[in-house]
């Protein structure tokens, strides 16, 4: 099947279409069902020969269409299939009404970024997740512009592997004299790594420095989700083996949806993530390995839907 990039990208997401917010919360509504699925499928695992994975990534996405409301594609298929078999899985989601979420982590700058958003719609994806380390000025842009495209924009707050405590753990002193987080960063900042989150770490130097008194102490993920916000993202990143981090986050907002990577082949548990406050689960090598994935789709979902039941009980 062969689709036009530029009348593609029209029609998925045209100027007059609704958000991409909005798009992926009436997905998730028609299909009962705020799960992601990552298709992380290796290319080493069908013999290097692309067009079996390709074909394997339809049958998958057909197969779970009913059970989930987006999927999301990282570079495990971006450096394995071409642009046109990446267009025509988009476009298969799409007329299953599915989102489609690029995950690449873009970090660069804001040309960069714009071309690689407009690149990517025309790839068919609804959405890309970001790394707001970029900074609050380069993220409001990026947004605003996605935003008049009605593009998506997720910022990666906490990583789920087990070491991203060495980076989104790390503490940052922000100069007292600093009225933002955006005004501290331009003066600079000093960071301390803290893998535990715990400020009692820090009380020695508090006693020897006088200037450290002076100083706010937040940690890296906090500063990741000021910049989330204050650019109106349309959603956050945070691991669901850090529940106690989802938990912490979805207090201070319940605004912005909370996606959440790392169930179970990760060691997070599904109860305890969406009792933290996750709004969608982003769920991959569970369900492409499982021996039946349309089972193992209801069982995730039916321990959801115990604390969701206004949203995806249809009550």
């Given at each position: 099947?062969?689709?036009?990039?530029d009348s593609f990208s029209t029609t998925s997401c045209s100027s007059a279409s609704p958000s991409y917010q909005s798009r992926i919360l009436n997905s998730s509504y028609?299909?009962?069902?705020?799960?992601?699925?990552?298709?992380?499928?290796?290319?080493?695992?069908?013999?290097?020969?692309?067009?079996?994975?390709?074909?394997?990534?339809?049958?998958?996405?057909?197969?779970?269409?009913?059970?989930?409301?987006?999927?999301?594609?990282?570079?495990?298929?971006?450096?394995?299939?071409?642009?046109?078999?990446?267009?025509?899985?988009?476009?298969?989601?799409?007329?299953?009404?599915?989102?489609?979420?690029?995950?690449?982590?873009?970090?660069?700058?804001?040309?960069?970024?714009?071309?690689?958003?407009?690149?990517?719609?025309?790839?068919?994806?609804?959405?890309?997740?970001?790394?707001?380390?970029?900074?609050?000025?380069?993220?409001?842009?990026?947004?605003?512009?996605a935003h008049s495209i009605n593009f998506g924009i997720i910022s990666l707050v906490y990583m789920s592997h087990p070491s991203s405590f060495e980076g989104y753990g790390?503490?940052?002193?922000?100069?007292?004299?600093?009225?933002?987080?955006?005004?501290?960063?331009?003066?600079?900042?000093?960071?301390?790594?803290?893998?535990?989150?715990?400020?009692?770490?820090?009380?020695?130097?508090?006693?020897?420095?006088?200037?450290?008194?002076?100083?706010?102490?937040?940690?890296?993920?906090?500063?990741?989700?000021?910049?989330?916000?204050?650019?109106?993202?349309?959603?956050?990143?945070?691991?669901?083996?850090?529940?106690?981090?989802?938990?912490?986050?979805?207090?201070?907002?319940?605004?912005?949806?909370?996606?959440?990577?790392?169930?179970?082949?990760?060691?997070?548990?599904?109860?305890?993530?969406?009792?933290?406050?996750?709004?969608?689960?982003?769920?991959?090598?569970?369900?492409?390995?499982?021996?039946?994935?349309?089972?193992?789709?209801?069982s995730i979902i039916d321990t959801i839907r115990k604390y969701k039941k206004f949203q995806y009980n249809g009550k």
């Amino acid at each position: 099947m062969m689709i036009d990039n530029d009348s593609f990208s029209t029609t998925s997401c045209s100027s007059a279409s609704p958000s991409y917010q909005s798009r992926i919360l009436n997905s998730s509504y028609e299909k009962k069902s705020p799960i992601v699925l990552a298709l992380d499928l290796y290319l080493e695992k069908f013999n290097n020969n692309n067009k079996n994975l390709f074909k394997k990534c339809k049958e998958i996405v057909l197969s779970t269409a009913s059970q989930i409301c987006a999927i999301k594609i990282n570079f495990h298929l971006f450096l394995s299939l071409s642009n046109i078999q990446i267009l025509e899985l988009n476009y298969l989601a799409h007329k299953l009404n599915l989102q489609c979420i690029a995950d690449i982590k873009l970090n660069d700058i804001g040309n960069t970024n714009i071309v690689t958003v407009n690149r990517l719609q025309k790839l068919g994806f609804d959405a890309v997740i970001v790394n707001p380390f970029i900074g609050i000025t380069e993220m409001k842009s990026l947004v605003t512009y996605a935003h008049s495209i009605n593009f998506g924009i997720i910022s990666l707050v906490y990583m789920s592997h087990p070491s991203s405590f060495e980076g989104y753990g790390l503490n940052i002193v922000i100069p007292s004299s600093s009225s933002s987080f955006s005004s501290s960063t331009s003066t600079g900042t000093t960071i301390t790594a803290n893998p535990n989150n715990n400020n009692n770490n820090n009380n020695n130097k508090e006693n020897s420095d006088p200037n450290f008194k002076r100083n706010n102490i937040i940690p890296m993920y906090k500063l990741l989700y000021n910049y989330a916000c204050s650019s109106s993202s349309d959603g956050i990143v945070i691991g669901a083996t850090k529940s106690n981090i989802i938990k912490e986050i979805s207090k201070l907002n319940d605004e912005i949806s909370i996606y959440s990577p790392g169930f179970i082949t990760q060691g997070a548990s599904i109860d305890d993530t969406v009792k933290a406050g996750t709004d969608y689960f982003i769920v991959g090598r569970y369900i492409i390995n499982s021996a039946s994935p349309g089972e193992t789709l209801n069982s995730i979902i039916d321990t959801i839907r115990k604390y969701k039941k206004f949203q995806y009980n249809g009550k």
